[in-house]
């Protein structure tokens, strides 16, 4: 099998450092302590959903943290691929957090909103607008790396849907001083948890979808085949595999029978054809084809070894 080792990897991506999100950790383990002993002390669910929803983003962005400092490291001859995966590795455990705490709010939202109980609303509106503050400084200094990367978009997304919890468990503590509407508190904590779920399961299956080896969703295999066996001296294109080493690298590896016996140099010219064709219409930036000529196989697009 012969692999092109001309990678085309784009280097204008933008450069993540990990200082913004170290400084999110410790911003969020601030946020974190007070939520949680002004909750024990004011009696106010949202606002100890709302800490635990806080804690789960200090367990993701340490995870992130540590995914993002991994996956600079260099392949070696035990690992040839590095930890290139280890990003979505962890936004796939930052979303299943994500699902598995907004549950939990749901079903301690109900049982609340069944016994309400009088909420001490001040300490709300105060611990709100701090945590409101915090969250709005971290999502600020995440906002850019969010775009390019998946792992950090999965602690980004933490990051935002605390903020807007804050910001309604702010209306929540307002409405609980100014009208005594106490049951206010648990269907802001089942409304928090609602939309959880709804971006957590979001991030869960695109990351799952890496994981699992999915031809990604932007590329479709057929016009690839195509494309590829309309190009000069090529009988046909099969076995092929496409799937997502991480953000950065899309792959593809397939045989290619020719229509006659070629030399390896021709092969040399007819791959750089693929190569860029591959690289402009699909996005694909790493390519590996065996070449074949007369050989009796599968020559099925898609063969389950």
Same mark, same amino acid.
Do not use: C
């Given at each position: 099998?012969?692999?092109?080792?001309?990678?085309?990897?784009?280097?204008?991506?933008?450069?993540?450092?990990?200082?913004?999100?170290?400084?999110? &950790?410790?911003? @969020? #383990?601030? /946020?974190?302590?007070?939520? !949680?002993?002004?909750?024990?002390?004011?009696? =106010?669910?949202? +606002? *100890?959903?709302?800490?635990?929803?806080?804690?789960?983003?200090?367990?993701?962005?340490?995870?992130?943290?540590?995914?993002?400092?991994?996956?600079?490291?260099e392949a070696s001859i035990k690992?040839?691929?590095?930890?290139?995966?280890?990003?979505?590795?962890?936004?796939?455990?930052?979303?299943?957090?994500?699902?598995?705490?907004?549950?939990?709010?749901?079903?301690?939202?109900?049982?609340?909103?069944?016994?309400?109980?009088? &909420?001490?609303? @001040? #300490?709300? /509106?105060?611990?709100?607008? !701090?945590?409101?503050?915090?969250?709005?400084? =971290?999502?600020? +200094? *995440?906002?850019?790396?969010?775009k390019v990367n998946m792992n950090?978009?999965?602690?980004?997304?933490?990051?935002?849907?605390?903020?807007?919890?804050?910001?309604?468990?702010?209306?929540?503590?307002?409405?609980?001083?100014?009208?005594?509407?106490?049951?206010?508190?648990?269907?802001?904590?089942?409304?928090?948890?609602?939309?959880?779920?709804?971006?957590?399961?979001?991030?869960?299956?695109?990351?799952?979808?890496?994981?699992?080896?999915?031809?990604?969703?932007? /590329?479709?295999?057929?016009?690839?085949?195509?494309?590829?066996?309309?190009?000069?001296?090529?009988?046909?294109?099969?076995?092929?595999?496409?799937?997502?080493?991480?953000?950065?690298?899309?792959?593809?590896?397939?045989?290619?029978?020719?229509?006659?016996?070629?030399?390896?140099?021709?092969?040399?010219?007819?791959?750089?054809?693929?190569?860029?064709?591959?690289?402009?219409?699909f996005g694909i930036n790493h390519?590996?084809?065996?070449?074949?000529?007369?050989?009796?196989?599968?020559?099925?697009?898609?063969?389950?070894?």
């Open positions: 099998m012969i692999e092109n080792h001309a990678h085309n990897h784009s280097h204008s991506d933008h450069e993540l450092t990990g200082r913004s999100l170290l400084f999110s &950790i410790f911003l @969020n #383990i601030g /946020i974190t302590i007070a939520q !949680v002993i002004g909750g024990l002390l004011s009696g =106010s669910l949202s +606002l *100890l959903s709302d800490a635990l929803h806080n804690f789960s983003d200090v367990i993701s962005l340490i995870v992130s943290f540590f995914a993002n400092r991994l996956a600079k490291r690992r040839t691929f590095g930890f290139k995966r280890a990003e979505i590795m962890a936004a796939f455990i930052n979303a299943a957090s994500l699902v598995v705490i907004a549950i939990i709010l749901v079903f301690e939202a109900i049982e609340r909103l069944q016994n309400p109980h009088k &909420i001490s609303a @001040n #300490i709300v /509106i105060i611990l709100s607008v !701090v945590a409101i503050l915090g969250n709005g400084l =971290s999502v600020l +200094l *995440l906002k850019q790396d969010s950090m978009r999965s602690a980004y997304l933490h990051l935002i849907t605390d903020l807007m919890a804050s910001i309604a468990v702010l209306i929540g503590g307002l409405l609980m001083k100014y009208y005594q509407l106490f049951w206010v508190d648990s269907m802001l904590t089942f409304a928090i948890a609602i939309y959880l779920i709804i971006v957590g399961y979001d991030l869960l299956k695109r990351s799952f979808k890496v994981l699992m080896l999915y031809t990604p969703d932007t /590329i479709e295999v057929k016009e690839i085949v195509n494309t590829i066996n309309a190009l000069p001296k090529i009988k046909s294109i099969h076995h092929i595999h496409v799937w997502q080493l991480n953000e950065k690298e899309t792959h593809l590896e397939a045989h290619i029978d020719f229509n006659s016996d070629i030399q390896v140099s021709e092969f040399g010219e007819v791959l750089h054809t693929i190569e860029d064709v591959l690289q402009k219409e390519v590996t084809l065996q070449p074949e000529y007369g050989k009796e196989d599968n020559k099925d697009i898609i063969v389950q070894d």
